[in-house]
């Protein structure tokens, strides 16, 4: 089975593989913003759509009219119209719109080919060869597996990071662990499982919450754009780096663990509507005040769920599991026993007693139970359900697409 990986690694530039990175990726946002709001005007005005090679064959045109789009590899800015073929094609799937760049946010370029390792200079530090970089040195943390497809170079907190993506053929999974466990989600214990073991999550911006918004209110004292300003700009962001990344490696030691000591995981489906905007509001306005602070946690927490549904996903997919997601109904109030739902049955955050029977155990356990009992009633129902799911799913995305 051949599945696709992708390996991550701090970039060690020259000052002028800095300069020549800001260059190319400076380049890509000027194609990028240039093949958009082409696009978009073809289309307002004359109700055509610009494929991706009338757009290559454009970029030649523009190559003759500015002399430092030459200066990037070629296939990079190609790899751009790519990329924005498949951003509106995501948008006809009910994705967002293609949104211009902005410098400074996400700036990065991709290098489809041309990418060589070569001996490492030691234990730590990797070496590869790149078009138009030549020889880049990063910091090696762990070892690249298989054969490397194309490379994401991305800027972040003024680090430059390289990601591999590699194709590896894995040894077909047998599905000889026949475990099947149902997972309740909560915010103290992060996952409760149904055979009763449960994990703890972390909360590092609960933990750099105060650093965080002391930082936030020495920037707003400062002059905007003054060197001082900057400097504790970066900080905020670097901050936010650290956060980020306490969080999702927690959640890639969960899902792994999970994915390996179970064959089939039921979850409940995540309610994705209105968490990305709220996200997004509080990042143009951060912290100012306590409502927005909470915002900020709980949307940081969502996209945490998120992503860890993503990870269980395919880290089960590659052993041969499989992640079932049901949909959210009442599994915290019914009793796993008599079936009895109400919302007496929950004492408190943590306890669970049955009104009807009786029943008594912990909250997230019973729900837990519950949501595995679900699921199977999924499997049990098969395509017929599934159909459906997905037909309702449909009709609740359109109004969103237009
Ligand atoms: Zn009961």
Redesign the pocket.
Known sequence: MIISKSFKYRLRLTKEQQSLCNQIAGSCRYVWNRALALKKKTWEEKKQRLSRFDLDKLLIEWKKELVWLTLPPSQSLQQVNKDLDQAFKNFFRGRGYPKFKKKGIHDGFRLPQGVTLIDQLSRKVGRVRLPKLDIVGFTKSREPEGKIRHVTITKSCQNWYIAFNCEIDIPKPDRRAQSEIGIDRGITTFVQCSDGAAIYGVSPLKKNLNRLVKLQRKLARRKRFSSNWKKTKLKIQRLHFYIANVRKDFLHKTSTQLAKSHSLIVMEKLKTKGMTRSAKGTKENPGKNVKAKSSLNRSILDQGWQMFQQFLSYKLNWRGGELILIPPQNTSLK?R????ISKE?RINQEEFQ?I????TENADLNASINILAEGHSVIACGVEALASTLKQELQTRKPEMV
């Open positions: 009793c026993i008599c079936g009895h049955n049955c009807n029977c009786g029943h």
